[in-house]
């Protein structure tokens, strides 16, 4: 067994705009947004509670990415609201990052500068020791120094979700974060993914298309419509954990894959 | 968890179980002396060419003098010993040092300006659609004004001299730098700004930590571009009456019609503008290495 990380978190970074203290349930309600005449979201209900892992499944163009940009607060509804442990998103904050689809880091900067950006914006002071820690969750420690265009697709993934990690928030929004990968990388990051989750209790709201990747990440399962989206249906999700490639194989995980999936095709 | 696992107990890279990363495309580039070597070669043919044409007489020295001529006058501007200076009297025989000072500092002078004006101008228009719409429409229309045009108004404003002439290379330099910056500023994609937010940057960094960083590589295009349109057009700001500068040495050539003075002239605008446009870009070169392909 490889060598554990403490799960203790090396410090709680609190600064202006966060809201220090225990984690808070993100709820949104009755969510609408267009683009012009374009009807992108039509009715969204969902919340993810502390620790949660709430996987978003829909097809491609229903809106998973709108619906993120609204919950992370980079756009507002046109109707419904997005709340966090009962205060309103007015706009983007360190506690509820998104990891965009593409994985953006800052391409001028090495790695390390990369992931030190964030507790460094927050005046952490241990930003040195949130990023040796987090290199080596991620298995970039050898990459440290490298700009993001000299890391592999993988590499460039886990240190999208690692630079917004380094703040340590409670909620996490991911949009499709594996999608551009081979099924064999994109299973060891989806094994890595679930255990970083659990470790660090991070709530989290994952946007996919991929059956499979939703009900190996998810504690929920939310199906969305096309376009507009509304919620086709919402299922829980009881597997044995922990999660990995053995769950691929899990009977109820094959049988509920197939049921997800034939609804999926009928719709 | 297995992912660790295989590090923690195999040592392995995870580098090498996602890719080598030898398989990242990066262009090669020529290597310096080779870039040389090839970039002398057509110059060195048609200088030989020139040579021969002139060696048998078909092209005319009133024409164009031979190279080596030119190579004699050229000595003579560098370093023949100088004439007792005349009052009203542009020298030509060991004036190089002279003249160049004269003409770079204008040069240097306006460019700074144009620095000044035109990074921060440039940036407002890229950040704010505000400033855009209210500033863009007049910046173009002046920008169409050819740069000659700005002469007669120059010289009411600042009378002869080189404050009209540091005016005129102050406009010559000032628009490719605000057109490049606030195009490339505009052109910043939304999601590095995003993340930088989320990541907790206040807004007001955004500007200096996200935008300019990343619209780097393209306002060096427009330094460049305004470093050298400046210098091409310090001549014109040379025809404002000053008595030293290349541009004043070579309209009093013309008046004598000293034609190898003339290209001796235009050797060395050449020369300083390429040398001015290889020290920018070697500046800049740690600052955008990022965005080579
Ligand atoms: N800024 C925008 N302006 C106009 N239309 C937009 C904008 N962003 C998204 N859209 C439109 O909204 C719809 C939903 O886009 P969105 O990116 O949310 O889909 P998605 O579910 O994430 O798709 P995918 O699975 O392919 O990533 C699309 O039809 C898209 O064209
Ligand atoms: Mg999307």
């Known amino acids: 067994m490889g060598r554990r990380l403490s799960t203790e978190p090396v410090t709680t970074a609190v600064s202006e705009g966060r809201t220090a203290g225990a984690p808070a349930t993100l709820t949104a309600a009755g969510v609408a947004k267009s683009y012009g005449t374009l009807r992108v979201l039509a009715q969204i209900d969902v919340s993810v509670a502390p620790g949660e892992v709430v996987a978003v499944l829909g097809p491609s163009g229903c809106g998973k990415s709108t619906l993120l940009r609204v919950l992370a607060g980079l756009e507002p509804p046109d109707r419904g609201r997005v709340e966090i442990g009962g205060q309103p998103v007015r706009g983007p904050s360190p506690d509820r990052p998104m990891v965009v689809q593409g994985a953006t880091l800052f391409p001028w900067l090495t790695l390390r500068a990369n992931l030190e950006w964030g507790p460094k914006a927050l005046g952490n002071r241990q930003a040195g020791a949130i990023v040796d820690e987090l290199l080596e969750a991620t298995g970039l420690s050898g990459s440290a120094d490298l700009l993001p265009r000299q890391l592999s697709g993988g590499m460039r993934q886990r240190a999208a979700i690692a630079q917004v990690l380094a703040n340590q928030p409670p909620l996490l929004l991911l949009d499709e974060p594996f999608g551009a990968l081979d099924a064999q990388t994109r299973l060891r990051m989806q094994e890595w993914l679930i255990g970083l989750l659990a470790e660090r209790r991070t709530a989290t709201l994952l946007v996919t298309h991929d059956v499979e990747e939703a009900l190996l990440l998810g504690h929920r399962l939310l199906r969305l419509s096309h376009r507009p989206a509304t919620v086709l249906e919402e299922l829980a999700l009881d597997l044995p954990s922990p999660r990995g490639r053995s769950t691929l194989s899990d009977p109820r995980f094959v049988h509920l894959k197939g049921d997800v999936l034939t609804r999926v095709l009928d719709a | ?293």
């Open chain 2, 1 to 293: 968890m297995a992912l660790r696992e295989v590090e923690g107990g195999a040592g392995l890279d995870l580098g090498e179980v996602l890719g080598p990363s030898s398989e990242i495309a990066t262009r090669r580039r020529l290597s310096g002396w080779r870039r040389a070597v090839v970039g002398l070669a057509l110059p060195a043919v048609l200088l030989t060419a020139w040579s021969v044409l002139s060696a048998t007489g078909i092209l005319s020295g009133r024409l164009l003098p031979a190279p080596a001529d030119l190579a004699r006058s050229f000595r003579d501007f560098v370093v023949a010993p100088q004439r007792e200076a005349v009052p009203g009297v542009v020298p030509f025989r060991g004036a190089a040092a002279e003249h160049i000072r004269a003409s770079v500092g204008l040069w240097t002078g306006a460019y700074v300006i144009a620095l000044c004006v035109g990074l921060p101008l440039g940036l407002a228009l890229g950040l704010s659609r505000w400033t855009a719409a209210a500033v863009d429409p007049l910046f173009q229309a002046l920008r169409s004004v050819p740069i000659t045009a700005w002469l007669p108004i120059g010289l009411v404003w600042f009378g002869l001299g080189s404050g009209a002439g540091r005016f005129l290379v102050f406009v010559g330099a000032v628009s490719p730098i605000v057109v490049a910056t606030a195009d490339s500023t505009a052109r910043v994609p939304r999601q590095l700004v995003d993340t930088a937010r989320m990541l907790g940057t206040r807004p007001r960094d955004l500007a200096r930590r996200v935008y300019l960083p990343a619209a780097l590589p393209g306002i060096v295009t427009g330094l460049r571009l305004g470093l050298t349109l400046g210098w091409t057009t310090v001549i014109v700001g040379e025809l404002t009456g000053v008595s030293r500068g290349l541009g004043a040495m070579m309209f009093a050539a013309r008046e004598v019609s000293r034609l190898d003075q003339i290209i001796v002239g235009m050797a060395t605008f050449a020369i300083i503008g390429l040398t001015g446009d290889i020290l920018l870009r070697a500046a800049s070169r740690p600052l955008t290495r990022w965005a080579d392909a």
